[in-house]
């Protein structure tokens, strides 16, 4: 099969950057108005929404050609200068924030999508990453980006590489829309029952300052307690033995559990260090100043094997009370959101855990906490059927893109 090398630019009708510091300023963003799409939104491929700016409508206006359009491709500038989105009918009319690179292919010369899927193979990333400029940060600019090599095929190949590899996006944007929707349930549930206090049997529940009944505030230090992570070296790690270890990678943004991120560990730890399925773990280390892993917190999924966690991260373990509804609390109750501001450092972020532990946590009584866990367990058990099911997914599409991609495998 012959395939033409051509570059980035040539296939391109516009590679732009987004806005300078110059233009937006931090006072002009918001939280309501069009979305801003920075480099910390570019997630797996696709444009993040959960910690999105936004700006009103007058910096819209003026800020025109930096509007993001169906099948463009954003490009971290600096940092991690190998991670790209792709941008679908939801971002249209988005802006390209500082910090991005905004590329639109010429879609009379090559299928938007096929360039994306192109841009992700390791050999791509690689290139990239080398000739990206910068000591201590790498950084990206248009004349770099314009001279990334791409093979193309002719496009009726292109539309079956596109079809083959989509399938398995689909299936994983439909199961993210589910827990999406799951996740909002259940933040739900936990806003009506311990926020607005409408948990069942409310009506006839006596309420005072706040408190009902039978409930109590209590310090952080009374409802759990916590273990370090094992501290590790490079020489205790490998690529095929040892036990897995979760790390701060394991985090998602702002909470829960990131799949087949975890590093192999060959080292001892204690017993304590052990985590099992269910456990709670909470990020202490952020390495920006986002905070969008430090204080955040994830339950731990059945692995299928033995586990233990790093010097990032510490095991909660509740003394009073259920652990979900601990987790519950930190994640959909928004504590983590209090914790995480106690994290301090110029360039990395480190949180003492002792300084939340005078936080006070609203603890219900028993009864109330045991119906609680039987209408949250399985919003939760069912989050993380399908989330394994786009773990599997992506490992899939990760292993056939290379093949595809290099024209190893024809479709």
Known sequence: MSWNKVTLGEISSNIQTG?????????????????????????????????????????????????????DILYSRRGDVGRCAFATDVEQGW?????????????????????????QKAETVGWVEKHAVGATMLNLNTSILSSVPIEIPFIEEQQKIVDTLSAYDDLIENNQKQIKLLEEAAQRLYKEWFVDLRFPGHETTHITDGIPKGWSNRSLSEVFDFVRGKSYTSKELSDTTGVLMANLKNIRAFGGY???????????????????????????????????????????????EEMTFSMDLIKIIPKMTDKLFVYSTLYYGGLSKQISPLANGVNVLHLKPEAMMGIEMLIPCDEIVAQYHQQVAPIITRIEALQKQCDISTEARDRLLPKLMSGEIEV
Request: charged fraction near 25%; proline fraction near 4%; hydrophobic fraction near 35%.
């Open 95 to 119: 802006l390209c924030g500082t910090g991005c690179l905004r590329v639109t292919v010429d879609k009379s010369k090559v299928i938007p999508k096929f360039v994306f899927y192109q841009l």
């Open 19 to 71: 806005p300078f510091g110059s233009q937006l300023h931090q006072s002009d963003y918001s939280g309501e108005g069009t979305p801003v799409v920075m480099p910390k939104d570019l997630v797996n491929g696709h444009i993040s929404e959960v910690s999105i700016a936004r700006v009103s409508e007058d910096h819209v206006s003026r800020l025109s050609r930096h509007k993001i359009e169906v099948g």
């Open 258 to 304: 990131n799949r087949n991120a975890e590093k192999r560990f060959t080292g001892k730890f204690k017993d304590n260090q052990n985590l099992t399925a269910g456990d709670i773990v909470m990020g202490v280390t952020d390495m920006t100043q986002e905070r969008r892993l430090v204080g955040h917190v994830a339950l731990v999924p059945d692995m299928g």
